[in-house]
Each structure stands twice: as structure tokens, then as C-alpha cells.
């Protein structure tokens, strides 16, 4: 047996002897039929008792990699063969230079997809990264209890699968604040639970979408929603946005689906127009297409009536209304959910259960008691205080200290605020300005995708308090003005 064998120490002797072994038979240094010394001889050679080499020889035929000959020895199963890596062949001197074998790469569309979304950075003391929220405030108390009532009803509860669609008390309290709060009208069996509000856009395309398919999208736009249409071969066509939000005029004529912002246009942060909302509706339903509308942080509305719905407003079918709990509980809560049409509730329910079959049922539980109890609504009315006071607090930045530099963008409502750079400093430049003093802001260009970038920050004010905000602008600004000299 050409093979080295070496064992170190007096630690899991049977272990090591095993993954040596079964190494050597997977690299290609023990060859399908090849014979190994008896365990007596192998016991001998490298200091270890015979019952470990037998139970590692034990081990290694159960198996499959050795096989046994009555009076013959013990052989490398000729099964093997298909085991290793098959690589193009090489030189002797390129085998010397690299004798690590080349691995396998595959051709996916995956491989050219751009970075999502930046996550936070740890090194800042100052993060205004977005859609990322206050979770110093959240009664952690109350959810404990909300979690423990769910725990008991799953004790008492039979193992096994449940609904692909959710929990249906959660759906019942989805329905219920969906009509007072936006004036959705829909019953509980109307909704499908998702994982996130992205795994609600991911499901309706995938159920909708074909290869080829044309679809429409805002630029600038969310690009984790553009990804999962390009990534199922659509033609994807940017569509710019306006004061208004979207360009209606500007749609491809055979876009199969629209994606949308409407309430708080991501990332710039204006709401679409009542005017604008109804050519979009008219628009969908002389073309027979879908519109997905993403209400990712309408619950916090501060000048102004709330906006209409979308998915209010069509008398159609033609919209599906998508939100999450992200925004207004937090992100690692991933629970979101759709309201489509009545005809992709069937598709979706089943696109859903081929996905993952449901999500997590515990936390759905736990949340539906917090909703049905009255405990959300009671921390949404507290957090809308809370995020009007930093929102004002931002401005003050904006409109005083930081005024030479950035402009608003108009937006009344959501968790974030987009400012506009005006100054020679490049976006860039700024965003790196801002780091060396603990502070981070987050660029918007790259969210422009055929409309040339307008260089700008995304602001959120979701996990910063207003001291927070006060301090970290306030050493952006002596940072900024010190550049400016």
C-alpha cells in the first residue's frame, strides 16, 4: 500500500486512521482494487491496537469504500472509481507547480449578479444604514409572554407540517389590520405568509414569470427585486420615476409585471400621486398585467393624509399587495406576506409549499397573539412618535448644518430619507468622509441601473435615536467643513 499514514497523539486514534484512509481512497492514492495490508500488519506499523484498525476497516466496508475478499485481504471497492475528481490532464511540471487539484466551477446566472443591499458595518458608532429598526424599544416583555402562549399551543399541538399559507390566526390579524390601516379589504384566506417581503416578490414571479417574459421595474429601484426577476430570465426594462414616482407613460407595452413602490418610493422616498396611481391601474388592466405593490413602511406616515393603496384602489384584480413586518417589528423576525388576486392564491400557496413548505410557525403564532391582543397597534403608535422626532431631527441637519452639502428629498413617510449630494465632493468621497469619523451613510447611485446616477445618500433613521442623530451629523458637519476650507 503506497499511502502515508501518520498518527498524532493518543486523540480519537480511530478517527484520524479513518479520515486518512478514506482521504487516500478520494484523492486517488489507494486505487479501486487495490489491497491493504491485514489489520494485524496496519496495527503494527503505525503503533495502534488491532481493534482500532478493525473498526476503522469495519467502518470503511459498511461504507462502500473497501471490500472484503474471503482468503484474499481487503481491496479498495471498485465503486470508488466514480468517487474522484475527474480533472483535465497536466504536465509533470504543472503538477508539480500546483499539486491541488483544479475544483469545478458552474455556469450560473448567479455569478454575474451585483451585491443586494450593504449590510451594517460594525466599526461605526453612528450607523444610518436603512431599513433597520429600533429594537431598544420593543417590549421584549410582552413578546416573551406572546412566545411562550406560542409555545404551549405547539406542545399541545400535533407534530407534523402545517398550512403552506400560514398560520391562520396570524393571516385573521393581517386581514384585520390591513383593512383598518389601509383599507384593504380582504378575509384572512386571501393572504399567503411568506418569509420577508422578498420571498413574497420571489413567489409571484416565479409563479408568473417565464423565461423571456418582459417586466417593469423603478429606476432607481429596490435591487434585491430586480435580481429575483433577472435571475428567472426576464427581460427586465427600468422604468424612471418622477416627482410623481413611476414614469406610467414610460412602460414597456408587453410587461407581463410591474414592480412598484408607491407609498415611499425606495430609495428616494416620494409617494405616488392619486393621479399617478390611477393611469398605473388603467394602464394594468388594458394590458393584462400584474402589479406588485411593495408597502414595506407605510405604517409610519407623517405630513399628510395617508395615500390610498394600490391595492385599495383596483376594482381589477390586478394588483398584489405585499408588506412584512420588517420595518415595523424587525428584520430578523422574517415574516412578510402577500395579498394577491384571487386567482394566484391557489399558485402561490402551492409555489410557497415547493419552496420551503412553510415559514417558521412559532414566531407566526407569537405574532398573532401580539396583533389580535392590541399589542402592536400599541407599539406602532408609540414607535410613529419616536421616528417623527428623529425624522424632524434629521431635517434640522439637513436644512441647517449640512445644507451647503445635501438636500432633501421630499418624503413623508418610512424609516429612511434620501438626501441629495451637491457639492464637488463625489458620493464616494463623502461616504468615506463619513466613516473616518464612526459615522456611516450609504450612497444611492448604485441604485441607479439605466438612468445615469444622481449622487445622493440613503438616510435611515430606524436604529439611530435622536441624541445619535444630533452627534454623528454634527461630526459629519465639522468633517464636511474642514474639507470645505
Known amino acids: 500500500m503506497d499511502v502515508h499514514l501518520t498518527i498524532h497523539g493518543r486523540h480519537d486514534l480511530a478517527g484520524q486512521l479513518y479520515r486518512q484512509l478514506r482521504t487516500a481512497i478520494l484523492d486517488g492514492r489507494l486505487v479501486p482494487g487495490e489491497r491493504l495490508p491485514s489489520t494485524r500488519d496496519l496495527a503494527l506499523q503505525i503503533g495502534v491496537s488491532r481493534k482500532t484498525t478493525l473498526d476503522v476497516f469495519e467502518r470503511l466496508i459498511a461504507e462502500g469504500y ?3 475478499r474471503a482468503g484474499s485481504g481487503t481491496f479498495v471497492a471498485e465503486a470508488t472509481e466514480g468517487l474522484r475528481a475527474r480533472t483535465p490532464a497536466a504536465s509533470p511540471a504543472a503538477q508539480l507547480a500546483s499539486p491541488t487539484p483544479a475544483v469545478r ?6 455569478n454575474n449578479m451585483p451585491a443586494v443591499l450593504p449590510l451594517p458595518r460594525a466599526n ?3 450607523d444610518f444604514v436603512g431599513g433597520v429598526t429600533e429594537k431598544r424599544q420593543f417590549p421584549f416583555d ?3 409572554r406572546c412566545v411562550a402562549h406560542a409555545l404551549r399551543q405547539q406542545a399541545r399541538g400535533r407534530g407534523g407540517y402545517q398550512d403552506p399559507a400560514g398560520d391562520q390566526a396570524l393571516r385573521l390579524a393581517i386581514s384585520r389590520y ?3 390601516s389601509r383599507a384593504v379589504v380582504c378575509a384572512w384566506a386571501d393572504i399567503v405568509v411568506t418569509q420577508g417581503a422578498q420571498q413574497a416578490i420571489d413567489l409571484i414571479a416565479r409563479v408568473l414569470v417565464r ?7 423603478e429606476d432607481p429601484g429596490y435591487p434585491p427585486a430586480r435580481i429575483a426577476l433577472q435571475a428567472l430570465g426576464a427581460k427586465v426594462v427600468l422604468v424612471p420615476v418622477d416627482a410623481e414616482g413611476l414614469v406610467v407613460d414610460a412602460l414597456p407595452k408587453r410587461a407581463k409585471l410591474v414592480y412598484v413602490t408607491p407609498s415611499h418610493q425606495f430609495p428616494l422616498g416620494m409617494p405616488m400621486s392619486l393621479a399617478r396611481r390611477a393611469q398605473l391601474l388603467d394602464w394594468a388592466q388594458r394590458h393584462d398585467a400584474l402589479i406588485i405593490e411593495d408597502d414595506y413602511d407605510s405604517e409610519f406616515r407623517f405630513d399628510g393624509r395617508p395615500m390610498e393603496s394600490l391595492k385599495s384602489l383596483d376594482a381589477a384584480g390586478c394588483v398584489a399587495y405585499v408588506g412584512t413586518f420588517s420595518k415595523t417589528i424587525f ?12 386567482s394566484l392564491v391557489a399558485p402561490l400557496r402551492h409555489a410557497k409549499q415547493v419552496a420551503d413548505w412553510h415559514s417558521e410557525s412559532l414566531m407566526q403564532a407569537a405574532l398573532a397573539k401580539f396583533m389580535l391582543d392590541g399589542d402592536f397597534a400599541k407599539y406602532l403608535r408609540r414607535m410613529h412618535k419616536e421616528y417623527a422626532a428623529r425624522r424632524n431631527a434629521l431635517l434640522r441637519h439637513l436644512r441647517g448644518p ?3 452639502w445635501l438636500v432633501p428629498v421630499p418624503s413623508a413617510a418610512g424609516i429612511h430619507m434620501a438626501a441629495q449630494v451637491q457639492t464637488p465632493l463625489a458620493e464616494a468621497e463623502l461616504v468615506k468622509l463619513a466613516e473616518s469619523v464612526g459615522v456611516g451613510l450609504y450612497g444611492t447611485a448604485r441604485m441607479f441601473v439605466a438612468r445615469p446616477p444622481q449622487p445622493g445618500l440613503l438616510i435611515g433613521y430606524g436604529h439611530v435615536n435622536v441624541a445619535e442623530i444630533d452627534a454623528g451629523l454634527g461630526k459629519l458637519a465639522e468633517v464636511l467643513a474642514k474639507v470645505a476650507t
Open 142 to 144: 410582552v413578546w416573551r
Open 211 to 217: 423565461p423571456g417574459d418582459t417586466v417593469a421595474i
Open 402 to 404: 449640512l445644507a451647503p
Open 66 to 68: 473497501l471490500q472484503p
Open 331 to 342: 428584520p430578523e423576525l422574517r415574516i412578510g406576506y402577500v395579498v394577491p388576486p384571487a
Open 178 to 180: 390591513l383593512a383598518f
Open 124 to 126: 461605526l458608532v453612528y
Open 105 to 110: 466551477t458552474f455556469d450560473t446566472p448567479w
